[in-house]
């Protein structure tokens, strides 16, 4: 009987990552004896509070402000003082989308990232885990920092509206209400290392993902310089050329400099929330993956992180991943350290319908992992 540890991101759009491993798992169970064990991860965006939960976190859900200002439900993972906050759950892409698909980008902001880190330090949580991809925001955190008790004001004195390109109106920031967390460790989980401003900074990069137009890059990146300003004299230092200040819109920056986060990477972070390393002990093969093998999986993703977590192991387990497509050569895959790569378009090519029904796919995907490495292999 082999003893297979699955650990996979999710499929984005189709399968969350718990949906994927059980997927796996019955695949694996229908091909033979097997002990499988599902630990589903993130890197830090979508996904990361489920993976928390899915690691025994337990989840709180609350009604934050969304990225348009609307009530939205969002939900932390806490567990023992240790919150596991995700950006997307009140600022991500994916609630503009389920809201008439409209994006927002000169408008959207972060305000309910802060709403969840207040709550989860309401609720005791001395360390905060900020899980920050897949925003809608390029806002500079300022929506964070305003609910954080900071006021920011235009030359007369009014209180700036929300989003990014308001910024270029700001005159002040009051930071005398700003609340006090000192006393609380901020992570922030990502993957990204792109400066606040200039041609690798969060508007010119990342604006366009979040619907921005040439000239709405100009105006974000004009309302971020501003607010780097402000927000640097107010704090009495400098964060905007720190690796990862761009990273979710900016929401770095804010972080960075008003929370004092040091940054990790995400995949990292989560698979020690996991105890991942404890679930790779006595393992013979781990399986993980994601919708997409691609160039950026190569950049520290979920694949790859977990792939370098099974090589460290002593001994180290081999990995094998499934996703819904892969454009990765074989000697990408085994520089990265996966050993072979088993998509859903390889028994479906059809794409649509991998994307319609990708849960028998993955259970007959599994099927070939079994014969593979845990039949023909002693």
């Known amino acids: ?13 189709t399968l969350t990552a718990s949906e994927v491993a059980a997927h796996v798992a019955a695949g694996l169970i229908a091909a033979g004896p097997v002990k499988t064990v599902s630990v589903p991860v993130a890197d830090g965006g979508d996904g990361t509070v489920d993976a ?62 802060g709403e969840l880190i207040l709550a989860a330090v309401r609720m005791g949580a001395k360390k905060v885990i900020l899980g920050i991809g897949g925003t809608a925001s390029t806002d500079g955190g300022a929506g964070l920092v305003t609910a954080l008790g900071g006021r920011l004001r ?44 200039g041609p690798a900074g969060a508007a010119a990069v990342y604006a366009p993902q979040k619907g921005a137009s040439a000239a709405d890059v100009a ?4 309302g971020l310089a501003r607010w780097a300003d402000v927000a640097e ?7 905007r050329d720190l690796p990862g200040a761009g990273a979710a819109g900016g929401l770095g920056f804010a972080a960075q400099l008003f929370l ?4 990790r990477p995400g995949i990292a972070l989560l698979l020690e929330m996991a105890a991942f390393e ?22 520290g993703k979920t694949p790859v992180g977990v792939a370098q977590a099974a090589a460290a192991h002593d001994p180290a387990v081999p990995v094998v991943a499934v996703a819904g497509l892969c454009s990765l050569s074989r000697a990408q895959l085994r520089e990265a350290g996966i050993e072979a790569a088993y998509a859903l378009t390889d028994v479906e090519p059809d794409v649509a319908l991998c994307c319609a029904s990708p849960g028998p796919l993955l259970e007959r995907v599994a099927g070939r992992i079994a014969a593979d490495w845990l039949t023909a292999r002693p």
């Open 154 to 197: 235009d030359a007369r004195g009014n209180n700036l509206p929300g989003g990014g390109a308001a910024l270029a109106d700001l005159r002040t920031l009051d930071v005398t209400g700003l609340r006090d967390l000192s006393g609380v460790e901020f992570l922030l989980a990502s993957d990204v290392d792109n400066p606040l401003l």
């Open 219 to 222: 105006v974000l990146e004009a």
């Open 278 to 299: 404890q679930h790779l002990d006595g393992a013979d093969l781990v399986i993980t993956g994601e919708g997409s093998l691609d160039e950026q999986t190569l950049h």
């Open 52 to 113: 928390a939960i899915a690691a025994g976190y337990r989840r709180v859900e609350l009604g934050v402000r969304g990225p348009t200002g609307k009530a939205v439900t969002a939900a932390f993972g806490l567990l023992d003082g240790t919150a596991v906050v995700e950006a997307a759950q009140a600022c991500g892409l994916a609630l503009l989308r389920h809201d008439g698909g409209q994006l927002a980008p000169l408008t959207a902001g972060s305000r309910g990232v």
């Open 233 to 239: 004299a107010a704090a009495g230092k400098a964060a």
């Open 1 to 13: 009987m082999g003893h297979v540890l699955i650990a996979p991101d999710k499929f984005k759009g």
């Open 260 to 263: 004092g986060a040091q940054t």
